[in-house]
């Protein structure tokens, strides 16, 4: 079950500089690939259950009999949830691993899947939040570990593109959220019809994630028998005495690139997520009754950027350029943000889909530019701590845009809206510039190849 790691990777039993003899030697296990996928399906169903709701807003609306803004924030709680919670579920990873954090995820996502079904009846909105606030809560243990399983399961040579799969999975989620619903449950005015329909969305979901979490505890486990890199063997082979989750924590906060790439990441991940909460509202506002498209152009801008992610990460593989590639995607996410918002009520629906793509390949591929830029400015930190802390300032940022863009849609229209997405933008991207590329990660594995 065990690859010895390329490109003539020395056994570090005799290695210097504090890895000495307590290290083991660098393999790659095959089980790596399961495990890298589990988690993206476990991944992709709580994601989709995040969206399922925005996607279908007004549709959702009639059923409850409730407001608009009501709906959104059924998106907003996965955000209001992770922000308490981030260090507690971050220090759990950092003391009890990958597994337990696993398990948790998977069986919260599944639970709440179930208590949905609780719902199907109009004058029952309580009992859909929730399921919701239970799947927000499974989303707390998900969100920050594929950094962590990548640096955990994955060598040197690989690690970035590991993250960009793992994070990939929750995109497609997002993707399947934007399709689906709009597809199983059509616009009608038969309360009982809708109920039906809702009824066959909520039975999938609740399966699926049922049967996930019965391959979690089936084939997650908690590390390799092998460290799979230089820089991982160091980290295992340091005792845990040494280790203070607070003193980390201390440390992140202490460190100015870091700081700034966490405001910058929040910056552009929030504009993505009040983009994916309000996009129902605003295509049906410039083209009444297209539903359905709207949750294709949702599905365009995700899968755009889960092409942009993917090779964001192969790139960053073969290049280590994490500043040059992170502000680039930046700036080319600013001009995208601009001519959505310029094309969006032209009337034609082509032309959104256009637009909408080019945002999304790069807004949604800066997701793991964030992650594993953050993990090389802050080794040896637990990468499960440093993505937290970019995912908090995300889903902080992420709560103020949507309801600051949802208010504004509704008061002066939907340019301004998007027309304030892209004055944020645009400040991140002035920020990114000023982040030192600062590659710790990197300079760890050079300094034990020298060894």
Same mark, same amino acid.
Request: charged letters at 10%; proline letters at 4%; hydrophobic letters at 50%.
């Given at each position: 079950?065990?690859?010895?790691?390329?490109?003539?990777?020395?056994?570090?039993?005799?290695?210097?500089?504090?890895?000495?003899?307590?290290?083991?030697?660098?393999?790659?296990?095959?089980?790596?690939?399961?495990?890298?996928?589990?988690?993206?399906?476990?991944?992709?169903?709580?994601?989709?259950?995040?969206?399922?709701?925005?996607?279908?807003?007004?549709?959702?609306?009639?059923?409850?009999?409730?407001?608009?803004?009501?709906?959104?924030?059924?998106?907003?709680?996965?955000?209001?949830?992770?922000?308490?919670?981030?260090?507690?579920?971050?220090?759990?990873?950092?003391?009890?691993?990958?597994?337990?954090?696993? =398990?948790?995820?998977?069986?919260?996502?599944?639970?709440?899947?179930?208590?949905?079904?609780?719902?199907?009846?109009?004058?029952?909105?309580?009992?859909?939040?929730?399921?919701?606030?239970?799947?927000?809560?499974?989303?707390?243990?998900?969100?920050?570990?594929?950094?962590?399983?990548?640096?955990?399961?994955?060598?040197?040579?690989?690690?970035?593109?590991?993250?960009?799969?793992?994070?990939?999975?929750?995109?497609?989620?997002?993707?399947?959220?934007? &399709?689906?619903?709009?597809?199983?449950?059509?616009?009608?005015?038969?309360?009982?019809?809708?109920?039906?329909?809702?009824? @066959?969305?909520?039975?999938?979901?609740?399966?699926?994630?049922?049967?996930?979490? *019965?391959?979690?505890?089936?084939?997650?486990?908690?590390?390799?028998?092998?460290?799979?890199?230089?820089?991982?063997?160091?980290?295992?082979?340091?005792?845990?005495?040494?280790?203070?989750?607070?003193?980390?924590?201390?440390?992140?906060?202490?460190?100015?690139?870091?700081?700034?790439?966490?405001?910058?990441?929040?910056?552009?991940?929030?504009?993505?997520?009040?983009?994916?909460?309000?996009?129902?509202?605003?295509?049906?506002?410039?083209?009444?009754?297209?539903?359905?498209?709207? #949750?294709? *152009?949702?599905?365009?801008?995700?899968?755009?950027?889960?092409?942009?992610? &993917?090779?964001?990460?192969?790139? &960053?593989?073969?290049?280590?350029?994490?500043?040059?590639?992170?502000?680039?995607?930046?700036?080319?996410?600013?001009?995208?943000?601009?001519?959505?918002?310029?094309?969006?009520?032209?009337?034609?629906?082509?032309?959104?889909?256009?637009?909408?793509?080019? =945002?999304?390949?790069?807004?949604?591929?800066?997701?793991?530019?964030?992650?594993?830029?953050?993990?090389?400015?802050?080794?040896?930190?637990?990468?499960?701590?440093?993505?937290?802390?970019?995912?908090?300032?995300?889903?902080?940022?992420?709560?103020?845009?949507?309801? #600051?863009?949802?208010?504004?849609?509704?008061?002066?229209?939907?340019?301004?809206?998007?027309?304030?997405?892209?004055?944020? =933008?645009?400040?991140?991207?002035?920020?990114?510039?000023? @982040?030192?590329?600062?590659?710790?990660?990197?300079?760890?594995?050079?300094?034990?190849?020298?060894?």
């Amino acid at each position: 079950m065990v690859l010895q790691e390329p490109a003539g990777a020395p056994s570090l039993s005799t290695a210097a500089g504090g890895v000495g003899d307590a290290a083991a030697e660098v393999q790659l296990s095959r089980l790596r690939w399961a495990v890298l996928l589990l988690f993206s399906s476990y991944s992709l169903c709580n994601a989709f259950q995040w969206i399922q709701y925005g996607s279908i807003n007004n549709v959702f609306v009639r059923f409850y009999d409730v407001s608009a803004f009501a709906i959104d924030w059924l998106s907003m709680s996965y955000m209001l949830i992770y922000i308490p919670l981030l260090f507690p579920v971050a220090w759990l990873l950092d003391k009890r691993g990958l597994r337990l954090i696993a =398990l948790a995820g998977s069986a919260l996502n599944a639970m709440g899947a179930w208590v949905k079904l609780g719902s199907l009846k109009p004058h029952l909105f309580p009992v859909t939040v929730l399921g919701q606030v239970i799947c927000g809560l499974a989303q707390v243990f998900i969100l920050g570990m594929p950094s962590r399983i990548a640096s955990v399961w994955f060598g040197s040579h690989e690690v970035s593109t590991a993250c960009s799969i793992a994070v990939f999975g929750n995109q497609l989620g997002i993707a399947a959220g934007f &399709l689906v619903p709009p597809v199983l449950i059509p616009n009608v005015e038969d309360v009982e019809k809708l109920a039906y329909h809702i009824s @066959i969305m909520f039975f999938m979901t609740a399966g699926v994630a049922s049967a996930l979490f *019965i391959l979690v505890i089936i084939v997650f486990k908690e590390k390799p028998p092998n460290p799979p890199s230089r820089a991982q063997a160091s980290i295992q082979s340091r005792p845990t005495a040494e280790y203070s989750y607070v003193q980390s924590i201390l440390r992140l906060f202490r460190n100015a690139n870091f700081l700034l790439l966490m405001v910058t990441y929040g910056l552009n991940v929030g504009c993505f997520y009040a983009l994916s909460t309000l996009l129902n509202r605003m295509v049906i506002h410039h083209y009444p009754g297209e539903e359905v498209n709207a #949750g294709r *152009i949702g599905l365009t801008i995700v899968l755009s950027g889960m092409v942009g992610a &993917l090779i964001s990460g192969i790139w &960053l593989d073969k290049t280590k350029t994490y500043k040059q590639t992170t502000l680039v995607v930046y700036i080319m996410s600013l001009v995208g943000m601009i001519v959505y918002t310029f094309t969006l009520s032209l009337g034609h629906l082509w032309v959104v889909f256009v637009t909408a793509g080019l =945002l999304g390949f790069f807004m949604t591929g800066y997701l793991p530019l964030g992650f594993e830029f953050a993990a090389e400015l802050t080794y040896p930190e637990s990468e499960g701590t440093s993505s937290g802390l970019l995912n908090v300032s995300a889903q902080i940022f992420g709560i103020a845009f949507t309801i #600051g863009q949802g208010q504004i849609m509704d008061r002066f229209g939907t340019k301004a809206g998007n027309l304030l997405l892209c004055s944020v =933008l645009f400040l991140g991207t002035v920020m990114t510039a000023f @982040i030192k590329a600062d590659l710790r990660r990197q300079q760890a594995n050079l300094e034990n190849e020298q060894t």
